[in-house]
């Protein structure tokens, strides 16, 4: 049981707009910044949107994050088949002093 | 070339040890905390062991007392030795590279570890 809470999939048709939620508590999301990863199949997590919704170097602007109070998301806007992967949240754990994850949730491109 | 590289992982019985290692290269590796995050196959990322920069530790329930993350500067290197494995230790293994309080901006290809009889 992860400590932040995604769906477990999501799905939707190339060029539309999906949102991907991440439900965590003061502890995390209420009180220190949201990272976003995303991991191709077979491959290492990549960073794709940190400080809630900061892009990184690199990223295309078809990603976005954002937050409200203990509860954050990632929107992919324009979908394509190359998105396809997991994704996951993260913060850092007030209470538990450490890092929390999502469980990650996995993006079909219908 | 800004990187990480691990290794050290393989086959290792219930109860054994393994040390993990990880080499960064292309960046000032001491003026950065690392972590390690394990994923089972098929499953999610797990926050595993952070060392900041002054060497101060920290580690989840799941493995603390079993595992000891440490550093050498001089070497551009990071350790995650582990205890008293189980089979649900059984993961690959990532270091990564901590911008701020679990902003990972690097990370490693990981090296998988194997527990089993």
């Known amino acids: 049981q992860s400590v932040l809470t995604q769906p477990p999939s999501v799905s939707e048709a190339p060029r539309q707009r999906v949102t991907i939620s991440c439900s965590g508590s003061?502890?995390?999301?209420?009180?220190?910044?949201v990272n976003w990863y995303q991991q191709l199949p077979g491959k290492a997590p990549k960073l794709l949107i940190y400080y809630d919704d900061l892009l990184p170097s690199g990223v295309s602007d078809r990603f976005s994050g954002s937050k409200s109070g203990t509860s954050a998301s990632l929107a992919i806007s324009g979908l394509q088949s190359e998105d396809e992967a997991d994704y996951y949240c993260a913060a850092w754990d007030d209470r538990l002093n450490g890092v929390v994850f999502g469980g990650g949730t996995k993006l079909t491109v219908l | 070339e800004v990187q990480l590289v691990e290794s050290g992982g393989g086959l290792v019985q219930p109860g054994g040890s393994l040390r993990l290692s990880c080499a960064a290269s292309g960046f000032t590796f001491s003026s950065y905390d690392m972590h390690w995050v394990r994923q089972a196959t098929g499953k999610g990322l797990e926050w595993v062991s952070a060392?900041?920069?002054?060497?101060?530790?920290y580690y989840p329930g799941s493995v603390k007392g079993r595992f000891t993350i440490s550093r050498e500067n001089a070497k551009n290197s990071l350790y995650l030795q582990m205890n008293s494995l189980r089979a649900g230790d059984t993961a690959v293994y990532y270091c990564a590279r901590d911008i701020g309080r679990g902003y990972f901006d690097l990370w490693g290809r990981g090296t998988l570890v194997t527990v089993s009889s």
């Open positions: 003061s502890s995390n999301i209420g009180n220190n910044a």
């Open positions: 060392i900041g920069t002054a060497g101060d530790t």
